[in-house]
């Protein structure tokens, strides 16, 4: 029998190659709540959902289901609704004479945003999508817009409008030439706004479609080159084809704002002239609320409810939820 030291051999306590070993604690502490009132997803449910279905239920459902009420009453914000009406203010919204025009220009402005802005934004996406410091200064110059809160750039742009002391008469007189009014007349306010829309937005698109795009696989792009596929043909054919899904997404997201469009307006040119530039909301706003006529805003906003649902339903039943091969 040997020795280490003065201890005999047989009694030395083996040791690991890998180190001492540690015995195993249960966990206790934050680990341990954490675990005992996390762990289990029904009481999650239990704790957050009341909370988010009171807020929800305040500061969504109500107002939707008031508005709905003001719809079948005469009623002018003041006392109890008393005077029914039934589907009266439905038939007055449908007959009043600005509210085709306000149907048009918000037809107009999806047109402008599918066929003008999304292709520009598109198009913007697949020239800035290498990432350098040069690329990220014009990404941020054409995002700064979207950032500019809309009555602000409503406000902006209604002075470079200005016939008298805005950016347009002034280039005007640099040219020689003596250009309209254009937020004074009728033909020209529409495409004054069209403008200011497509400047405003254009870069929300971009960034979608910039990060759907440097999301698609490097070596997809490589093996292309690799077989000689031109770039054209590698932007119609496998870029394209592949940010399809975020292509949905920026057309849903032009429709809805389109309906919806109201900040740029009132700032810009406030629905005129003569009412010519009025969209949906800003019909509401101008016929319904400032005219204390609440029960014929109830029925514009019904309506429009009605087809925001309606769309929004539509479009992921029919493409959202369609698998693209």
Known sequence: MTTIGNRP??????????????????????????RRFFGNSSVALVL?????????????????????????????GFGPMTKFVGLDNYEDVVTHRHFSKA????????AVSLFVQLPLALWAALALTENNWGVNVIRTLFFLPYMLAEVAAGLMWRFVYDGNYGLVPAVGDTLGVSLPFVLGDKFWVMP?????????????????????????????????????????????????????????????????????LFDLIIP?????????????????????????????GGAVSVILFIVCVAFTIGYRRFLMSRRWD
């Open 268 to 296: 810009l040119s406030g629905g005129g002239p003569s009412h010519s530039s009025h969209t949906i909301v800003s019909f509401l706003y101008q016929f319904g609320i400032t005219r204390m006529k609440l029960g014929f």
């Open 48 to 76: 957050f959902i009341p909370v988010t279905l009171g807020l929800f239920s305040l500061l969504v459902v109500m107002p939707m289901i008031e508005a709905a009420s003001f719809s079948f009453y005469n009623w002018n």
């Open 9 to 34: 051999q047989h009694l030395t306590r083996p040791v690991s190659p890998t180190g001492p070993t540690v015995s195993a604690r249960p966990e206790r502490g934050t680990d341990t709540l954490k």
């Open 192 to 260: 004054a706004i069209m403008l200011v829309i497509v400047w405003k937005y254009f870069g929300f698109h971009m960034m979608i479609y910039i990060a759907a795009l440097q999301a698609i696989p490097k070596d997809v792009i490589e093996a292309a080159r690799l077989d000689g596929v031109s770039r054209w043909q590698i932007t119609r054919y496998i870029r394209i084809p592949m940010i399809r899904s975020a292509i949905l997404i920026t057309v849903f997201f032009a429709i809805i704002g389109a309906l919806q």
């Open 103 to 110: 149907v048009r220009n918000s037809f107009l402005v999806i």
